[in-house]
């Protein structure tokens, strides 16, 4: 039998509460300074824009201010994968949502496992996607796209996985010949249609938007569950025939490991925020649809929605994991 001295005992005894005693008061000091708040996108994009009007009501529950910090790159996965590397400290959050826990995986090598690596915070928002073209386009239709691809191959511009799925279920499902060139922020994505440099545009209602109402893009057609608000005239694929969908919950995470009370006063903080009146009229002039979920919801919300991204991305040809 190995005999430990009583004094290393009480000694390591101590130690062990003086840690959790120091531990409980910072959760309860807790926010000593800024919060840094990790984007995936550039500055102007559809997340970032959001973030900034979540942002703004953040600050005003937990008294710190919030500082966006752009992460763009890697079809939006930079940004997760800083997130995952940072200290649990309370003082890191960041933008997480279907592409990281749903659709990159299974497409691409990934520097971390979502599921594993982050403590859900809220889900804040859902992006509404659509597909458009430049005004001169001899694209007048979703049918052209498939009819024209035929004869010569179309290109696409989009910054994520996951509101492309539609174009690529459309190739694989209907033998159009199209392929995907991907950018770091939505806006560059949408100026590339604008632009002429490719024929198509797979793009976030926010990013879409002010091309639109300038008159320099074509909607076709919204690729979410739903018509959008500002143009209800405009069907979605599914009501044009093509069963096809891009889902767009945007949320919050901590890296994982964050003290729970930490976690549950900034829970309470996106509760506030997505009830306040401010942010859900920035919300609305953003093209973007407020949905609050807890981050306990939100996980099981993505979890629900796995088997339906692998068929998805199966029958798509996307699945290569």
Same mark, same amino acid.
């Given at each position: 039998?190995?005999?430990?001295?009583a004094?290393k005992?009480?000694?390591?005894a101590?130690?062990?509460? &003086?840690?959790?005693?120091?531990?409980a008061h910072?959760?309860?000091?807790?926010?000593?300074?800024?919060?840094?708040?990790?984007?995936n996108?550039?500055?102007?994009?559809a997340? @970032? &824009?959001?973030?900034?009007?979540?942002?703004?009501?953040?600050?005003?529950?937990?008294?710190?201010?919030v500082?966006?910090k752009?992460?763009?790159?890697g079809?939006?996965? &930079?940004?997760?994968a @800083?997130?995952?590397?940072?200290?649990? $400290?309370?003082?890191?959050?960041?933008l997480?949502?279907?592409?990281?826990?749903?659709?990159?995986?299974h497409?691409?090598?990934?520097?971390?496992?979502?599921?594993?690596?982050? $403590?859900l915070?809220? +889900?804040?928002?859902?992006?509404?996607?659509?597909?458009?073209?430049r005004?001169?386009?001899?694209?007048?239709?979703v049918? $052209?796209i498939?009819?024209?691809?035929?004869k010569?191959?179309?290109?696409?511009?989009s910054?994520?996985?996951n509101?492309?799925?539609?174009?690529?279920q459309?190739?694989k499902?209907n033998?159009?010949?199209l392929?995907?060139?991907?950018?770091?922020?939505?806006?560059e994505?949408?100026l +590339?249609?604008?632009?002429?440099?490719?024929d198509?545009t797979?793009?976030?209602?926010?990013?879409?938007?002010? +091309?639109i109402?300038?008159?320099?893009?074509? &909607?076709?057609?919204?690729?979410?569950?739903?018509?959008?608000?500002?143009?209800?005239d405009?069907?979605?694929?599914?009501?044009?025939?093509?069963d096809y969908?891009?889902?767009g919950?945007?949320g919050?995470a901590?890296?994982?490991?964050?003290?729970?009370?930490?976690?549950?006063?900034?829970?309470?903080?996106? @509760?506030?925020?997505?009830?306040?009146?401010?942010v859900?009229d920035q919300l609305?002039?953003?093209?973007?649809?407020?949905?609050?979920r807890?981050g306990?919801?939100?996980?099981?919300?993505m979890k629900?929605m796995?088997?339906?991204?692998? +068929?998805?991305?199966t029958e798509?040809?996307?699945k290569?994991?």
């Amino acid at each position: 039998m190995i005999r430990i001295p009583a004094l290393k005992v009480l000694a390591a005894a101590a130690g062990a509460c &003086l840690f959790g005693a120091l531990a409980a008061h910072a959760a309860d000091d807790w926010p000593r300074k800024e919060i840094t708040l990790i984007n995936n996108y550039p500055p102007g994009s559809a997340t @970032e &824009l959001t973030a900034r009007a979540i942002a703004r009501s953040i600050e005003k529950t937990i008294g710190k201010p919030v500082i966006i910090k752009a992460v763009p790159g890697g079809a939006g996965q &930079l940004g997760p994968a @800083e997130l995952a590397r940072s200290a649990p $400290d309370g003082y890191t959050i960041g933008l997480v949502g279907s592409s990281s826990y749903l659709t990159a995986p299974h497409m691409m090598d990934m520097p971390f496992d979502a599921w594993k690596s982050f $403590d859900l915070i809220a +889900q804040a928002a859902e992006l509404r996607y659509g597909v458009g073209v430049r005004k001169d386009s001899p694209i007048k239709s979703v049918q $052209d796209i498939i009819d024209q691809s035929k004869k010569k191959r179309l290109t696409y511009s989009s910054t994520s996985p996951n509101n492309v799925l539609p174009l690529f279920q459309m190739a694989k499902l209907n033998g159009a010949n199209l392929r995907w060139v991907t950018f770091a922020g939505g806006a560059e994505s949408v100026l +590339q249609a604008v632009g002429g440099h490719v024929d198509l545009t797979l793009q976030s209602a926010t990013e879409m938007k002010p +091309q639109i109402d300038a008159g320099n893009l074509r &909607l076709l057609a919204s690729t979410s569950p739903e018509r959008w608000p500002d143009y209800p005239d405009v069907p979605t694929l599914r009501e044009l025939g093509f069963d096809y969908i891009s889902f767009g919950p945007m949320g919050y995470a901590f890296p994982k490991g964050v003290d729970p009370k930490v976690r549950d006063r900034m829970e309470k903080a996106f @509760e506030i925020a997505l009830k306040d009146p401010e942010v859900l009229d920035q919300l609305k002039k953003l093209g973007v649809a407020p949905s609050y979920r807890t981050g306990a919801e939100f996980y099981d919300h993505m979890k629900k929605m796995e088997p339906l991204f692998i +068929q998805i991305l199966t029958e798509a040809g996307m699945k290569t994991r």
